[in-house]
């Protein structure tokens, strides 16, 4: 049996073309969001995304589609479990990667959080789990929000 095909933090899952770049950013915004008690709203999510409200929900609507993301009317979209699982996953990788990036190869902050974006969710798991190996399992990312590691 092929467990890992269907593991959504395997790094096949996230590559798998259903899920665009764009989707994975709304997945992990959302859970930013949450994480500092903002409302990921429509019109916030379209705000950080500098796009058009109509733009936003059409990347809702997909997500919705693939049950990532759980859309009631009148409320805040929401992530769905295996939404959820996908975003952790991703914020771990943008995280660990941008924090090696600043602690090992002395890139300023902003360039460490722009160039980890732009790979994050492409890395293989296991590479991006050497690196974190290799900063000691930090608790903290470069911007002092927590990074939860899958087996904590
Ligand atoms: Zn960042
Ligand atoms: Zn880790």
């Known amino acids: 049996m092929d467990e890992k ?18 989707e994975v ?8 969001l949450n994480e500092t008690h ?13 796009v058009r409200l109509p733009t936003t929900i059409e990347v809702l609507d997909k997500l919705e589609q693939k049950r990532l993301v759980i859309k009631k009317p ?16 991703v ?12 602690s090992k190869l002395g890139l300023d902050s902003d360039l460490s959080c722009t160039e980890a974006s ?5 890395l293989d798991p296991a ?6 190996e290799v900063l000691n399992r930090p608790g903290q990312c470069l911007h002092g929000f927590p990074i939860q590691h899958r087996d904590d």
Request: hydrophobic share 40%; proline share 4%; net charge positive.
């Open 38 to 50: 903002e409302t990921a709203s429509v019109s916030t999510l379209a705000k950080r995304f500098r």
């Open 91 to 102: 914020i771990h990788q943008h995280r660990v990667v941008e924090l090696y990036f600043n």
């Open 118 to 122: 732009k790979i994050d969710y492409l």
């Open 5 to 22: 095909a269907d593991d959504p933090r395997s790094g096949d899952a996230l590559n798998r073309p259903e899920l665009s770049r764009t």
């Open 25 to 32: 950013a709304y997945l992990g915004a959302i859970y930013r």
């Open 127 to 132: 590479v991006v789990g050497k690196m974190c």
């Open 74 to 89: 009148w409320k805040v979209p929401e992530l769905s479990s295996r939404g959820l699982i996908i975003a952790e996953f």
